[in-house]
């Protein structure tokens, strides 16, 4: 289902900022479950755990920090950029072009940008796999926001500043609830990508089709 976008609340919308997994990709295409396996064998590995206790540490910090890699950098003082790289190392070779998506996008007005709280070579990846490189002004990883993750205020104003984001003038779109509650606050359109809709005070639109709501976006 995609909520039909009132053209009030986007007329005056010319920063777009992009969340990357199970938002530029249907969570059907399960990349998480690879990246999941991944840091629960980093994890395993380096603090010496077994896999049960590992599994339920990495879905703890990721509730409790906003992400599991937050969590082990506070609580074990690991260094990120190693884990990076070894829990974005997954095959995308499932991941098709979206034309739909790439049209939709392109024909926004003004600036748009990419904000993950995973790294910005693997959210490139993505996006190459995708179809939909060379669509954006900037693609910001987590190591952009000095480690802070979604939804850390820290976070948003570190890429907000690098990218010269505006909230009265931009539009967010991301698929964990939790993560559009400090853009909401600053003023900016929100927009939950999921296949269920989210009743929230922090949430303007829903959309379980992006391609079909930027669509609607562009008869305003």
């Known amino acids: 289902m995609t909520q039909t976008p009132a053209p009030s609340r986007f007329a005056h919308v010319t920063q777009w900022v992009f969340d ?3 938002t530029l990709y249907a969570p059907q295409a399960r990349l998480f479950d690879q990246v999941e396996v991944k840091m629960t064998d980093f994890m395993m590995r380096t603090l010496g755990l077994d896999q049960a206790r590992a599994n ?16 082990l950098m506070h609580e074990h003082d690991i260094e990120p950029e190693q884990f990076l790289v070894e829990v974005h190392d997954i095959n995308l070779e499932h991941l098709t072009p979206d034309p739909a998506l790439r049209d939709g996008i392109a024909a926004l007005p003004g600036q748009k940008i990419v904000f993950t709280n995973g790294s910005a070579p ?8 995708r ?23 820290q976070a948003y104003q570190a890429i907000f500043d690098k990218a010269g984001i505006s909230p009265d003038v931009a539009a967010m ?11 909401h606050a600053r003023g900016m359109q929100t927009i939950h990508v999921a296949p269920q809709a989210l009743l929230a005070d922090h949430i303007t639109d829903h959309t379980s089709d992006l391609a079909e709501f930027l669509a609607q976006i562009h008869l305003r």
């Open 20 to 22: 990357l997994d199970n």
């Open 173 to 183: 779109f991301e698929d964990d609830p939790r993560n559009l509650v400090v853009p």
């Open 122 to 129: 693997y959210a490139r990846r993505v996006l190459a796999a």
């Open 56 to 71: 339920h540490l990495r879905h703890h910090y990721w509730t409790l920090y906003g992400t599991t890699l937050a969590g």
């Open 131 to 153: 179809g939909l490189s060379n669509l954006f002004d900037g693609v910001y990883g987590v190591e952009d926001a000095d480690f802070h993750p979604k939804p850390t205020p």
